[in-house]
């Protein structure tokens, strides 16, 4: 739960080191994301994005972003929100699948994409970010409203072995959070073990595991993960984090509709941008491992990609099982897919 007592200090203290390029607006809205302050997505989005909002909101509303857990712990963004502590969320979904597995299924569905842009548009054009905000709504009543979701990069599987399709995931040790991702794993035949990414580097290196569920490949980068790991794979197969815009119903019922317009706006042209450019940099980093004899990048064939989907519908499922919102949220994403020609 929220520790009220040290609230103001906090968010004082983040107003103060992490507020963002000045900006002129009539609100300003403090937002946690779910990112430190020296990852590409934070800085990229401060020196671009920004700075964009209060024009596309007619000087109405501002936003500065503060790192994970900088104000309040990563899962208690939503009470923070309603509670007026945080004026908004920019975080990960999947924070706060404890409370329903529909979160789950909203925030990361494992092997459902073949790219973030599908996510994207799923969010704004094929039901997601209702479904997300039916949930919100089932769990904190007129608390919060969804502005947006979307997902920015895939993440690039490492390995210490060659992983070239389906069949070699039985019997490969890799670490895995658990939950969906866990669940999928080891549908195909591997054995996920459930280690903090802190400790990626080195069960990799003594060989605790064999591959790692870790981040995009651009990270994975500057992990040094690659040093040991040869075998990456990329485009990745299975996770896309989606993250959520929120906040609370009382800031947005102040709004007027063409200031809620310019948010939405801003949130789905900064996450397609956003997205264009974590794709840049992990294709330049690509290319340069491609060049070196001692690493091998893996993509693999379609048809495995495929079969690994068709894995990972069953653990979608299971987990849909679990609730009706689950359920709801599930039926949500298969729309659209089958829409799309990515399921039949």
Not at 34 to 49: D, P, V
Not at 131 to 143: I, S, V
Not at 144 to 166: F, H, N, T, Y
């Amino acid at each position: 739960m929220l520790r009220k007592g040290r609230m103001p200090v906090l968010l004082s203290a983040a107003l103060l080191v992490f507020a963002s390029a000045e900006v002129s607006a009539e609100m300003t809205l403090t937002v946690q994301t779910s990112t430190q302050s020296g990852g590409y997505s934070f800085q990229y989005l401060n020196e671009h994005w920004i700075p964009k909002l209060p024009e596309m909101t007619g000087g109405k509303v501002a936003v500065e972003l503060t790192p994970i857990k900088s104000i309040v712990p990563r899962s208690e963004t939503p009470e923070a929100v309603a509670a007026g502590v945080l004026g908004g969320d920019l975080t990960s979904i999947a924070y706060f699948s404890g409370r329903n597995p529909a979160f789950a299924i909203l925030g990361d569905l494992i092997a459902g994409y073949d790219s973030p842009a599908q996510v994207q548009e799923f969010c704004r054009e094929g039901g997601g970010a209702e479904a997300l905000q039916t949930l919100w709504d089932a769990t904190l009543p007129g608390m919060i409203q969804v502005i947006g979701c979307g997902a920015v990069s895939k993440e690039a599987l490492v390995s210490k072995v060659p992983v070239r399709g389906l069949d070699d995931l039985k019997g490969l040790k890799i670490r895995s959070p658990e939950g969906l991702a866990a669940t999928v794993f080891r549908a195909a035949g591997a054995s996920p073990a459930n280690i903090p990414f802190s400790e990626v580097f080195t069960s990799l290196e003594k060989g605790v595991v064999d591959a790692a569920d870790a981040s995009a490949y651009v990270n994975n980068d500057k992990n040094g993960f690659h040093q040991i790991a040869k075998y990456p794979l990329y485009p990745g197969i299975h996770s896309m984090a989606v993250h959520q815009f929120t906040v609370s119903k009382a800031t947005w019922d102040k709004l007027s509709p063409d200031t809620r317009s310019g948010m939405v706006d801003w949130y789905y042209a900064a996450y397609a941008d956003l997205l264009k450019a974590l794709d840049e940099q992990d294709k330049v980093l690509v290319a340069r491992d491609i060049a070196d004899p001692n690493i091998e990048v893996i993509d693999w064939p379609q048809a495995d990609r495929d079969r690994f989907r068709a894995i990972a519908v069953k653990a979608w499922q299971d987990t849909a099982a679990k609730s009706p919102e689950a359920g709801a949220a599930l039926a949500a994403h298969l729309a659209f897919m089958k829409s799309r020609g990515l399921l039949k």
